[in-house]
């Protein structure tokens, strides 16, 4: 039986009715399924659930639940974006939405002297955040060396740094969630290389590896999930999984839980692991969460 807790619809960025995802999950064999469109955040943008459409989204995601009621476990949740100056107290939004779930993920950055400034000046935000994800390469360059000064190396710092903020927060927010023990899921902890493609680092560098293994380690000890995100594979944008193998392994040996996701944007992305669920049995993976 399968499962996947990170989906995106129509709400946000994704394609395909809430239904759709369903259908296609039970003619697949799934147990579970969870949805986690992106989160409004305040200020325009083309991603994110429009915050006039957020309680509908979580009106239509408790219906199918009733609806589907002991066909397949259907899960409400959200993908909220760790801002700093912008968004970082996701406890309104679980609240409001009543969730039973989230998926911390860093996909925008400020530079880290401009939080407070964003902080009064929300709406500016999207002309003075680094969008490290997206289709397009020439986003992520731009983004660094305006932001960045082209220094790979300070905007990878302040990639992981705002990542440590967020995980540090995560076990307080989880606990509002449903009854208040499901372990806050870490999305996609080394998304930052995707549009990298070993022009400005390489995965291997000594100072790369050790701001990913202090984030690691931090997950750790917060008792979070890490999220083993297999979307860059299936889309062509990256040839690892989210973290990469050897990170994976290194996460093995620390003993922190993972739950895979196919970060669907379609229905019929839901079931595209490639080969995740493999790799970790080949590797003795200690801990693999399957529903939550």
């Given amino acids: 039986m399968l499962s996947n807790y990170h989906t995106h619809s129509h709400y946000c960025d994704g394609q395909g009715e809430l239904r759709d995802y369903v259908e296609y999950a039970l003619g697949h064999n799934f147990c579970a399924l969870g949805f986690s469109g992106h989160a409004p955040v305040p200020f325009a943008n083309t991603f994110a659930i429009k915050d006039e ?25 959200l993908e909220i974006d760790y801002i700093p100056g912008v968004l970082d107290d996701f406890s309104d939004l679980i609240r409001r939405g009543g969730l039973d779930y989230f998926i911390g993920s860093v996909h925008l950055l400020p530079h880290p002297s401009e939080a407070e400034h964003l902080r009064q000046h929300k709406s500016e935000a999207a ?17 660094l060396h305006k932001l960045f000064g082209g220094d790979i190396r300070a905007g990878v710092r302040a990639f992981f740094h705002q990542n ?4 540090e927060q995560l076990p307080r ?15 996609h902890v080394d998304k930052i290389v995707m549009h990298n493609k070993n022009r400005y680092f390489h995965y291997d560098e ?9 984030t690691l380690q931090l997950i750790k000890e917060t008792g979070c999930i890490c999220e083993i995100n297999t979307r860059g594979i299936y889309k062509g944008r990256h040839s690892d999984f989210y973290p990469a193998k050897e990170s994976i392994r290194h996460m093995n040996t620390l003993g922190i839980p993972v739950l895979v996701g196919s970060d669907a944007h379609a229905p019929d992305n839901l079931d595209r692991f490639e080969g995740a669920y493999e790799f970790l049995k080949e590797i003795g993976y200690r801990e693999v969460v399957e529903t939550i």
């Avoid at 459409?53 to 949740?77: F, P, S």
């Avoid at 440590?164 to 995980?167: G, L, P, S």
């Fill in 173 to 187: 927010w989880a606990a509002i969630c449903g009854d208040g023990r499901t372990p806050a899921i870490v999305g």
């Fill in 206 to 214: 000594p100072w790369f590896r050790d701001l990913l293994y202090e």
């Fill in 127 to 143: 002309e003075r955040l680094w969008f490290i994800d997206g289709s397009r390469q020439e986003t992520y360059d731009e983004g």
């Fill in 53 to 77: 459409e957020y309680e509908a989204y979580c009106r239509e995601v408790r219906q199918l639940q009733q609806e589907y009621a002991g066909r397949i476990e259907l899960k409400l949740g």
């Fill in 164 to 167: 440590n903020a967020m995980i």
